[in-house]
């Protein structure tokens, strides 16, 4: 996957060309600790309900600026690069549930 390449600058160029829908399908699951440390270390540019977007701008793409989406669903937490302009938990929730196969009853 794209976001296990080992250069950064490489990285960077790739995730500047893909697409909201693309960029839904790199969720990775992240730890609590780094789940706090997102929320506590620089102000959210976005917040509601279970996710938020880190204030700090990863890139800019063709859709816009991508930050770092951080959300919790049933008590897990992730992370993966999203456009400021298609900030969506609800959306997000259902893209972390079907990929982790969370169950609903546990959400």
Do not use: H
Request: hydrophobic share 45%; proline share 4%.
């Amino acid at each position: 996957m794209i976001n296990n390449l080992n250069n950064r600058l490489e990285y960077y160029k790739l995730l500047k060309q893909l697409k909201e829908a693309e960029l839904s399908v790199m969720w990775e699951e992240i730890t609590e600790k780094d789940y706090w440390r997102w929320l506590e270390v620089v102000m959210p540019v976005r917040m509601k309900f279970n996710a938020f977007l880190g204030g700090d701008p990863i890139t800019d793409s063709a859709e816009g600026t991508l930050y770092t989406a951080v959300c919790m669903v049933a008590g897990r937490f992730f992370k993966r690069p999203a456009c400021l302009e298609f900030f969506n938990p609800a959306k997000y929730t259902t893209e972390i549930t079907a990929m982790f196969e969370i169950q609903r009853g546990t959400l």
